[in-house]
């Protein structure tokens, strides 16, 4: 890594750090270019670079003429066309992600559930529900299905989805590793279950997914439903051209 790309990604974590300890409040302006390279003894190129990362990510607003300022709602990157877990996406858009209350519960599946899952007669399942936070502000509430047969096969393993992330869990606990998932997503209304739980209104948009993850042998063991917080993500897909086409 070149040494001004790596100077900068220091500056950037330091900044990131001040805004998330409330150093550099919502709503603040940002002190002069000259002035904060000075005091993070570095180049107002290389404060530059540092700060038009963090702005990509919605964590600063650059207003001409004004100054920059520290955002107040930052966004996460959520690139649908990469299968991350809830978990993942946070951590990646550099906050922390945490569950605000959850709740678990065995039961006999849906005709649904058991034919997505692949269920035996008589197989029941795990449904656990999330409020999932990002730097502790609510932004999903997720639906997860599982096998109820894990639960008895690994000790811990329920608290260990409860507590972290489902594809950590399945992989640590029980050698599932994730090896792709079908999805399929939408705008929808928060009902009025998720609206609570997420606190907002009834009715506020946000983007529905629901997916089937499969393991290394291609066996469905995960089914999901997660509403998205619209305000609170940045989603992107990669849209490939159909190709060549051959002529007759």
């Known amino acids: ?5 790596k100077l900068s990604l220091g500056v950037r974590e330091e ?19 000259p002035v904060l390279a000075a005091e993070l003894g570095v180049s107002r190129a290389t404060l530059r670079e540092a700060l038009r990362s963090i702005e990509e990510e919605g964590m600063l607003t650059r207003t001409p003429g004004a100054g920059t300022f520290v955002s107040d709602r930052p966004r996460l990157q959520n690139n649908l066309d990469v299968n991350f877990g809830v978990t993942e996406a946070i951590r990646a858009s550099g906050m922390r992600p945490g569950t605000l209350r959850s709740d678990v519960e065995e039961r006999d599946p849906s005709d649904d559930e058991a034919r997505r899952l692949g269920l035996p007669v008589g197989a029941r399942v795990v449904v656990i529900e999330r409020v999932r ?13 599982m096998d109820a047969a894990f639960s008895r096969a ?17 992989e640590e606990g029980l050698g599932r590793v994730i090896h792709h998932g079908v999805a399929s997503f939408r705008p929808l209304s928060a009902p009025a279950q998720v609206a609570a739980s997420l606190g907002v209104g009834r009715g ?20 999901s439903h997660e509403y998205h917080l619209a305000g609170a993500f940045d989603f992107t897909v990669v849209r490939r051209g159909p190709g060549r086409r051959s002529r007759p």
């Open 204 to 223: 506020t948009l946000m983007l529905y997914l629901r997916q089937v993850d499969y393991d290394q042998d291609g066996e469905p063991v995960l089914y």
């Open 133 to 145: 936070t990002a730097d502790e502000r609510p932004v999903v509430f997720s639906r997860d299905v």
């Open 15 to 33: 900044l990131v750090r001040r805004i998330h300890r409330g150093e550099l409040p919502i709503g603040s302006r940002l002190p002069a270019e």
């Open 154 to 170: 690994s000790p811990g393993f329920v608290q260990a989805c409860v507590e972290g992330s489902i594809y950590d869990a399945l």
């Open 1 to 5: 890594m070149p040494g001004g790309t």
